[in-house]
């Protein structure tokens, strides 16, 4: 549905922004304004050979996305794929300082890489391992209140928090599927009180621990039902507490309250196609007289695989990679809305 209303919450579609500059995103951070940063990875899946071997995109993208359809803009790319200093192979999340540098994780290059907002690289650390401050494919990342940076380190079944220079502060998670342990964790956000949430990937859960790595409780179990998770990806958290968490193989974003409560779930709206996107197709003219003979292009409306999002809470709106569609949707979270009456 394009507006959907539950317990009191209202999420209206937008739009769509994709096509150009976005080939299966996996990760967004937004930045002051109407900017927004998504991290692309690309690859040819080439039978016994390494998907660092066979990548063809690697960098992340800014764009200015307004509240209108049609109005964004790309601003710039961040990088490009190789394995040198200040280049990625496998970029998985980005998190922003107040400063608005980009901090970038590498799956593949175990380690950080720092650009400046203009995506002048700045410096890069990190090395593999499972000793304080080493990694083993990490993922999500963000920011917390103190300035430090949270690394979801994936394969070391953890989280890291270290300094923006990469000096390990302390660490919390282990291996297992019992509170507060973790399963190849993937994304991760904090709120504005600290709190850190987890997307833990293999428990087909999000945790929420407090700033000090303590367990506080969790959202969703295994499943394709309401409030049920199948490999999540990612976690966002919005002004009022409520959680969105990427249910990447079901297709999916689901919302729960702040106390765990499931909420709805948001599955893809995208009717129009985005600006990028039609672009293309109006320059090809066997692919639109292709679309034409369709019967329905309601699955393209849809999520697929959906890998990370962000709640942008200077204009109220989630963002949402949809990675396999190579674009992001958007929805605003309105809190003037009323319901029409239907019986006028």
């Known amino acids: 549905m394009l507006t959907t209303v539950v317990s009191g919450r209202t999420f209206d579609y937008s739009h769509a922004v994709g096509g150009l500059y976005m080939p299966m995103p996996v990760a967004v951070a937004c930045g002051a304004g109407d900017r927004v940063y998504v991290v692309s990875r690309q ?4 039978l016994d050979v390494p998907w660092n071997e066979t990548a063809t995109f690697a960098q992340v993208n800014a764009f200015n996305i307004t509240t209108t359809a049609g109005e964004e803009e790309h601003v710039g790319k961040i990088s490009r794929y190789g ?8 970029p998985a999340g980005v998190a922003l300082d107040a400063d608005e540098n980009l901090y970038v994780t590498d799956e593949w290059m175990n380690r950080i890489s720092v650009f400046r907002p203009d995506g002048e690289f700045v410096k890069c650390w990190g090395t593999a391992g ?3 401050g080493e990694f083993n494919r990490p993922s999500g990342i963000a920011m917390d209140t103190d300035g430090n940076l949270l690394v979801a380190d994936s394969l070391n079944h953890r989280v890291q928090r270290l300094t923006v220079d990469g000096e390990f502060v302390s ?3 282990a291996h297992g599927s019992g509170d507060g342990q973790l399963d190849s964790p993937w994304g991760i956000t904090t709120d504005s009180e600290g709190f850190v949430y987890v997307a833990d990937h293999k428990n087909n859960r999000a945790q929420k621990f407090t700033a000090a790595g303590r367990f506080v409780t969790s959202f969703g179990s295994y499943g394709e039902g309401k409030g049920q998770l199948n490999r999540p990806s990612d976690v966002a958290v919005d002004q009022d507490g409520d959680v969105y968490v990427c249910d990447w193989a079901n297709d999916r974003v689901q919302v729960f309250a702040p106390n765990g409560r499931y909420l709805t779930s948001l599955i893809g709206d995208a009717h129009d196609l985005a ?6 197709v109006e320059a090809n003219v066997d692919v639109k007289n292709a679309r034409r003979r369709v019967y329905t292009m309601e699955p393209e409306w849809r999520f697929a695989m959906p890998t990370g999002l962000a709640f942008d809470e200077s204009k109220s709106r989630l963002i949402v990679a949809d990675t396999q569609r190579g674009r992001v949707q958007i929805y ?6 009323l319901e029409p009456q239907f019986n006028l």
Request: charged share 35%; net charge negative; no cysteine.
């Open 171 to 173: 660490a919390f998670g």
């Open 275 to 280: 600006k990028w996107h039609r672009e293309q």
């Open 130 to 132: 499972d000793g304080d």
């Open 332 to 337: 605003n979270k309105l809190h003037d809305y």
């Open 83 to 90: 394995d040198a200093e200040g280049q990625l192979i496998w």
């Open 43 to 46: 690859y040819e899946q080439i």
